[in-house]
């Protein structure tokens, strides 16, 4: 069973950076090299994408979200980064490590962020 840790998350204010991890171990699934992703969910709001990255380093993101956020991903470490710049009150959400092995979907915990002044 894959196994995704999240960590970074944090109060941050306006304006500020944030860069998250995710790290990805256990099972077999490990050896599929899966694409992976991060995901946000704001209070009251659906689980919505933020960007994905394949293990050739292929990405993909929210339309409305290239620029200021950055994934990346460090194979030999099997970990994927969200770097979040220009932090606004709206980017506030739990925000959810993803990688898929057919037919499998796997989620981390997630990891809080704020901001907030």
């Known amino acids: 069973q894959l196994q995704l840790v999240e960590s970074g998350g944090g109060l941050v204010q306006p304006g500020g950076s944030l860069r998250l991890a995710c790290t990805a171990s256990?099972?077999?699934?490990?050896?599929?090299?899966?694409?992976m992703g991060w995901y946000r969910q704001a209070p009251g709001k659906e689980r919505r994408l933020v960007a994905t990255?394949?293990?050739?380093?292929?990405?993909n993101y929210a339309d409305s979200l290239e620029g200021r956020f950055t994934i990346s991903r460090d194979n030999a470490k099997n970990t994927i980064y969200l770097q979040i710049n220009s932090l606004k009150p709206e980017d506030t959400a739990v925000y959810y490590c993803?990688?898929?092995?057919?037919?499998?979907?796997?989620w981390g915990q997630g990891t809080q962020v704020t901001v907030s002044s």
């Open positions: 993803n990688a898929k092995v057919w037919p499998n979907t796997y």
């Open positions: 256990g099972g077999r699934d490990i050896f599929s090299r899966p694409p």
């Open positions: 990255i394949t293990y050739d380093m292929a990405t």
